[in-house]
């Protein structure tokens, strides 16, 4: 038994060897087949694992848009992402914005251009920046100076956004776009609050991030364009805004944005002339030594001749015009003939074709607001800032016009007066204020509106004078067509000239052979007035229906490819001829006190302003005996004859303040020394024509009974009831605060300080209406004729008035800025107007005399 047992231990052995080695086996095994798992899962995975995805895989779910800058939309959530090529790092582009629709309470409308800067796309470590550049300097490089060129100079880092992937190969970064295009950071787009705004006017909430979005994307190779709706929300408004605002808690804004390859083009810069009125670029020359250091770039096209050596010749590319589909139809033959008259002027300058119109199809691709397209639009908003606006954007480096607009209102082509309150005065408070608006916003073109009060105006005339329709309807055309030229006129870089309507005198304006055809005033780019003959047997024709002399001289200088130097300055050099006379706009004749040189005036015609102003005023006196049986009509309400009235008004308004500009005012030269031609640069209005505009203002301004209308009209100046909302205020008229304000305006401009100031200085350099004379003329025009008497109630409220201003400059608030000759002419004067103010008439005359002695007895005693 003892081997048996030795037996069955050898035997456990083996088997615990064997098991040993079994499960030896079975280990190797189950590894090996870990291991060949492994290696299936690497085999079907077939590039290498790693942290940093690729282009590609960030655009999986992308659609891609090819063009300057190639963009990826996420067709999931809308999410944009942008590509930039390593060719494009430390290049400049051009950024341009404009509104495609928004609020006019906002200040922001359909068309209004935002302006165009350069910038440069940089790399910077791991992010794309989007520089701005300043493009305001030149430095000659030749100049050892310009090495510093960018001291004191700072560039505008507008956005630094993450590189998300980059392709090696080819050269590519992906950012996200979200963030460059659903803020403020090319252009701000919600106005500034200006300090001292009311708290009740219009504002714009903030901007929310979460409803502003990327409407559109079009890709070109040379610009790359989106619509971005911004939206600004508040959870609560004060002022909800005009009728146009539909929810004054969340309002849209749309604005197109346009990155633009720089033109690497032959484009020829030309620098800018005092003689002719173009919009340019400034660039102060940091290098010159001059005291003129300016290298300021005219705002022109490029136009290049497809033969160089010719005459005259084809541009190689025309500037066209596409006019919107929206323009109605019947005005589309005018509107094409306002645009190619430019042609005339072109072909002197040696282009023949240069403007090019064209209809847009009504199943185009593109939009209006695509700047590859340049577009006469339409809109008829609720109240228009513009009349017609002619924008253009430009190369800030060069100057050179890429792309330009016109937009034109259609509300000037009806009969609505629809900024009542230039008229009535009864101003609401919390409306949009569209001169206001106009004036500082000098891009904006008023034209429109002008044209559309003195259209008004003529119309009356013909409907009071038994006109034809037919006489109706050329007046309009002949209205669209001056309209038409003068914005295009903008868009080709002319600026107003407001000096232009003295080229014919009034008895060649009466002279309808010797008109016809031609621009009644030098240049289109006037606010000329409306030509009305009081002999209606005379009327010629109403409006420019041509392009003026300096338009064709104006566009010569912009245009002509010169061959030399002397061939420029030979143009220039005729800037002293008649009908080449220029003026702008810059210093604002519209407001009181701004002007200097009577001739630049808007409203007016003929060389002889006095005289014609004065025919006007004829003219309406005489109207306003008729008006109410011309304009009453039976079934209708006494709208049509309320507005007739103040059409009316507002032309004699306006006739008063063209003739106040001659007094204290200063003819202006712009001639250079020498030049043939030229007179001294200030030369004062003479003594005859002081004395005349001031005769004029004594008898049509503030006689007893200058600016009154038969009695019985007043009974009838009212608007047709429209709910209970359609007056502001009582709706009575309210006819003295209106003579009142027309009254005032002319002598807010005769007692500006500006104008005072000037009387005196001008007296040392040939004015020979001294302070004194004037100042006493002044006195006695408005009190003489019944300060011993009966004073009416018209003549009560300019007196008053009038002495209040006196007794301002000696004691106002701005009294300081009146010079010391001002001063003690105004205290004469009071003392003067005291002593004639014995009581003496009626009792409301008494009443009135003590009242004013009252007055000056009170601002004597504060005067020190
Ligand atoms: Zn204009």
């Known amino acids: 038994?003892?081997?048996?047992?030795?037996?069955?231990?050898?035997?456990?052995?083996?088997?615990?060897?064997m098991c040993a080695f079994m499960a030896t086996n079975h280990l190797e095994a189950q590894n090996k087949k870990k291991k060949k798992k492994k290696n299936q899962i690497e085999a079907s995975a077939p590039k290498p694992k790693s942290k940093t995805k690729s282009i590609k895989d960030l655009t999986k779910s992308s659609k891609k848009i090819e063009g300057l800058f190639t963009m990826y939309r996420d067709t999931i959530t809308g999410s944009l992402q942008m590509v930039i090529t390593e060719e494009q790092l430390g290049k400049e582009y051009i950024h341009f914005n404009q509104v495609s629709n928004g609020v006019i309470d906002a200040g922001r409308f359909r068309g209004a251009y935002g302006g165009s800067k350069v910038f440069k796309v940089k790399k910077f470590y791991n992010k794309i920046e989007f520089v701005s550049q300043n493009t305001s300097f030149y430095f000659d490089p030749d100049n050892a100076i310009s090495k510093s060129k960018d001291a004191n100079t700072s560039e505008g880092i507008m956005a630094a956004v993450k590189i998300e992937a980059h392709d090696n190969k080819e050269g590519l970064y992906l950012i996200k776009a979200d963030g460059l295009f659903l803020k403020e950071t090319f252009s701000q787009v919600k106005p500034p609050r200006f300090p001292g705004a009311s708290p009740m006017s219009f504002t714009l909430g903030n901007l929310d991030k979460n409803k502003t979005k990327i409407n559109s994307i079009k890709n070109y190779n040379d610009n790359t364009n989106l619509e971005v709706e911004y939206v600004y929300s508040k959870p609560s408004v004060l002022n909800g805004g005009s009728r146009g605002v539909t929810d004054g808690r969340n309002v849209s804004i749309k604005v197109f944005h346009s990155l633009i390859a720089m033109p690497d083009n032959d484009y020829e810069i030309r620098l800018d002339d005092p003689r002719v009125g173009y919009f340019t670029t400034q660039v102060n020359d940091q290098t010159a030594t001059n005291s003129t250091p300016y290298k300021d770039l005219v705002h022109r096209w490029n136009l290049v001749k497809k033969d160089p050596n010719a005459a005259i010749s084809e541009p190689v590319k025309p500037i066209t015009w596409w006019m919107e589909n929206s323009t109605p139809v019947e005005w589309r033959e005018t509107i094409t003939q306002g645009v190619l008259e430019w042609n005339k002027a072109f072909e002197k300058a040696g282009f023949k074709n240069a403007m090019v119109v064209k209809l847009q199809p009504d199943d185009a691709d593109?939009?209006?607001?695509?700047?590859?397209?340049?577009?006469?639009?339409?809109?008829?908003?609720?109240?228009?800032?513009?009349?017609?606006?002619?924008?253009?954007?430009?190369?800030?480096?060069?100057?050179?016009?890429?792309?330009?607009?016109?937009?034109?209102?259609?509300?000037?082509?009806?009969?609505?007066?629809?900024?009542?309150?230039?008229?009535?005065?009864?101003?609401?408070?919390?409306?949009?204020?569209?001169?206001?608006?106009?004036?500082?916003?000098?891009?904006?073109?008023?034209?429109?509106?002008?044209?559309?009060?003195?259209?008004?105006?003529?119309?009356?005339?013909?409907?009071?004078?038994?006109?034809?329709?037919?006489?109706?309807?050329?007046m309009k055309e002949e209205a669209m067509l001056a309209l038409i030229m003068h914005e295009v006129g903008h868009t080709l870089g002319l600026n107003h000239n407001m000096k232009a309507s003295q080229l014919f005198s009034p008895e060649e304006l009466a002279n309808k052979d010797f008109i016809e055809g031609k621009c009644l005033t030098g240049s289109v780019m006037d606010y000329?007035?409306?030509?009305?003959?009081?002999?209606?047997?005379?009327?010629?024709?109403?409006?420019?229906?041509?392009?003026?002399?300096?338009?064709?001289?104006?566009?010569?200088?912009?245009?002509?490819?010169?061959?030399?130097?002397?061939?420029?300055?030979?143009?220039?050099?005729?800037?002293?001829?008649?009908?080449?006379?220029?003026?702008?706009?810059?210093?604002?004749?519209?407001?009181?006190?701004?002007?200097?040189?009577?001739?630049?005036?808007?409203?007016?015609?003929?060389?002889?302003?006095?005289?014609?102003?004065?025919?006007?005023?004829?003219?309406?006196?005489?109207?306003?005996?008729?008006?109410?049986?011309?304009?009453?009509?039976?079934?209708?309400?006494?709208?049509?004859?309320?507005?007739?009235?103040?059409?009316?008004?507002?032309?004699?308004?306006?006739?008063?303040?063209?003739?106040?500009?001659?007094?204290?005012?200063?003819?202006?030269?712009?001639?250079?020394?020498?030049?043939?031609?030229?007179?001294?640069?200030?030369?004062?209005?003479?003594?005859?024509?002081?004395?005349?505009?001031?005769?004029?203002?004594?008898?049509?301004?503030?006689?007893?009974?200058?600016?009154?209308?038969?009695?019985?009209?007043?009974?009838?100046?009212?608007?047709?009831?429209?709910?209970?909302?359609?007056?502001?205020?009582?709706?009575?008229?309210?006819?003295?605060?209106?003579?009142?304000?027309?009254?005032?305006?002319?002598?807010?401009?005769?007692?500006?300080?500006?104008?005072?100031?000037?009387?005196?200085?001008?007296?040392?350099?040939?004015?020979?209406?001294?302070?004194?004379?004037?100042?006493?003329?002044?006195?006695?025009s408005i009190f003489k004729a019944d300060i011993f008497g009966n004073v009416n109630s018209f003549r009560q409220n300019l007196q008053l008035a009038y002495t209040n201003m006196l007794i301002d400059m000696l004691i106002g608030k701005q009294n300081s800025r009146y010079t010391n000759n001002a001063k003690s002419m105004a205290l004469y004067n009071l003392k003067q107007i005291r002593s004639m103010a014995a009581p003496s008439g009626n009792v409301s005359s008494k009443a009135h005399k003590q009242h004013l002695r009252m007055l000056i007895d009170n601002a004597l005693k504060e005067v020190k």
């Open 1 to 17: 038994m003892k081997i048996k047992k030795r037996n069955v231990l050898r035997l456990l052995s083996i088997t615990l060897v």
């Open 366 to 474: 593109w939009d209006a607001g695509d700047i590859n397209y340049n577009v006469l639009r339409w809109t008829s908003s609720p109240n228009p800032p513009f009349g017609g606006y002619g924008p253009s954007f430009v190369n800030p480096k060069t100057g050179e016009i890429i792309g330009a607009d016109i937009m034109l209102e259609y509300v000037h082509f009806t009969n609505r007066v629809f900024y009542d309150q230039l008229f009535d005065l009864a101003k609401a408070d919390a409306e949009f204020d569209a001169s206001e608006y106009l004036q500082k916003n000098k891009v904006l073109c008023s034209f429109g509106h002008v044209m559309h009060e003195n259209t008004m105006f003529g119309q009356a005339v013909v409907e009071a004078a038994g006109g034809s329709e037919l006489e109706m309807e050329r």
């Open 528 to 780: 000329a007035g409306i030509n009305i003959t009081n002999d209606r047997t005379k009327q010629g024709q109403y409006y420019d229906t041509s392009v003026g002399p300096y338009d064709v001289w104006a566009i010569q200088f912009g245009y002509t490819p010169f061959k030399s130097e002397d061939e420029k300055v030979a143009l220039l050099n005729r800037s002293t001829e008649p009908q080449l006379i220029f003026g702008n706009d810059a210093d604002d004749m519209r407001a009181p006190g701004k002007a200097i040189d009577p001739r630049v005036m808007i409203g007016d015609l003929s060389n002889d302003q006095i005289g014609y102003s004065i025919d006007r005023i004829k003219l309406v006196d005489s109207m306003m005996q008729v008006v109410k049986s011309k304009f009453s009509k039976e079934g209708e309400s006494y709208q049509e004859l309320r507005r007739a009235y103040y059409i009316l008004s507002g032309q004699r308004a306006t006739a008063v303040n063209v003739i106040s500009r001659f007094i204290g005012g200063v003819y202006v030269d712009r001639a250079m020394v020498g030049q043939e031609g030229g007179t001294q640069p200030f030369t004062p209005v003479s003594l005859e024509d002081q004395k005349r505009a001031m005769d004029a203002l004594k008898k049509y301004a503030f006689a007893p009974e200058a600016f009154s209308a038969p009695n019985d009209l007043y009974n009838d100046l009212a608007m047709q009831r429209r709910g209970y909302g359609f007056m502001r205020g009582p709706e009575d008229p309210k006819i003295h605060n209106q003579v009142l304000t027309y009254q005032r305006n002319v002598l807010r401009h005769l007692l500006h300080r500006n104008t005072l100031q000037r009387i005196t200085d001008s007296e040392l350099y040939g004015n020979d209406y001294s302070l004194s004379k004037f100042m006493t003329d002044l006195n006695s």
